[in-house]
């Protein structure tokens, strides 16, 4: 056998043998918790994708190619991202509630967060939606105590009622269909169906 021909034939078994070392470097390169998403938005305005998981918040900043963890700032009271919403005009004004949060404002995109639930009587909120014609008022699902809106961009919450009959919110979704009475529709998606309410 040649020298040239040891040389590719060694290559080769360098290759076999260090792929697993270099696919469990690529599997770590991968930020944790990524199965589990429960909320994802995209930027208007460029291609930033945001995903809400157990385990904090994941950004990309090239239309999902590439994933990086992002470094949360501000009053954080848990990790666990379960519902997101953005404001209809000014996009990096965002809201967010989860298991452990209550619900929490940021205005640059997910970077920092402040609290914004004085009202919310529990810190596990499954579901938050912002009103397209008046985005100053909300709506949040808190498990186990119902239908909340605030009506200054998050900065108190009142109690509406005990929302649909399945009380498994998953999603709520302030629509642009007029009610003919002046409002529109909020749409709760639930563990048994979808349910519409006169906003």
Known sequence: MSIQCCKRVLAIAACLLLAPAFAALAASAEPKGFEHVHALLVHPRDETLLVGTHHGLLRSRDAGVTWERVSLKGELPGSDFMTLAMHPQQHDVLYAGGHDLGILRSADFGQTWQRANQGIPSPDVHALTVDPHKPQQLYAWVVEHGLYRSQDGGGSWHRVNDGPSNPEVRALASVNISTGMGGI????????????SPD
Do not use: Q
């Open 185 to 196: 529709f909020l749409y709760a998606g639930t563990a048994d169906g979808v349910f519409k």
